[in-house]
């Protein structure tokens, strides 16, 4: 915005050393969400004007939904999964399976066919990546259990923080050194 250019390298290759704790994972990807949740208050006069326009249109509309709004709402459907689950439990043990099983049929169907979807996404991915390793493909579905649940604690922690006012520090990853480049 102020003269800069953004230039893309597809070739580009990054070392890095992941957290190897749940807790340093969290305390991480806080920063990462308190450090959007900055850039957009920062460039928020940016958005919907045409210049420049990737950032304006897409870039930051992009993050302000599926970043923050959508990760906030997150919780409150796998909560009403959840409910859904037990309602539907219930059910089963007050009516019986004949007359239940439908609800359960289309409980599933509905959760595969979601997940056939993130599924397909993140193949096109990998298949975008000219050497993605295919055989990490399958962490997609224990990520939906788990992961998730951390970056919706993350997110609203985030998010309270910046409601609170104060700013955070960056704090330290503990390095452990045990990543070695091939």
């Known amino acids: 915005r102020h003269g800069w250019k953004v230039q893309y390298d597809q070739f580009a290759i990054a070392w890095t050393e992941a957290p190897e704790t749940i807790r340093a994972l969290a305390k991480q990807r806080f920063r990462w969400a308190f450090g959007t949740l900055q850039c957009l208050y920062k460039h928020r006069s940016a958005i919907g004007r045409s210049h420049p326009r990737g950032l304006g249109w897409v870039g930051l509309p ?10 906030s709402i997150s919780p409150i459907i796998d909560l009403a999964l959840l409910v859904s689950f037990a309602s539907t439990y219930l059910a089963v043990q007050a009516h019986g399976w004949e007359q239940t099983s439908h609800d359960v049929y289309t409980m599933l169907a509905y959760w595969l066919i979601f997940t056939a979807i993130d599924l397909l996404a993140a193949t096109i991915a990998f298949a975008l990546e000219r050497k993605e390793r295919w055989r990490l493909l399958w962490l997609l579905i224990p990520q939906r259990i788990g992961y998730r649940q951390v970056m919706y604690y993350v997110v609203l922690k985030a998010i ?3 409601l609170r006012g104060p700013l955070v520090g960056w704090g330290k990853l503990a390095r452990t050194g045990r990543v070695t480049a091939n």
Do not use: D, N, R
């Open 160 to 162: 309270a923080q910046a």
């Open 62 to 71: 992009q993050a302000i939904v599926f970043q923050i709004i959508l990760a």
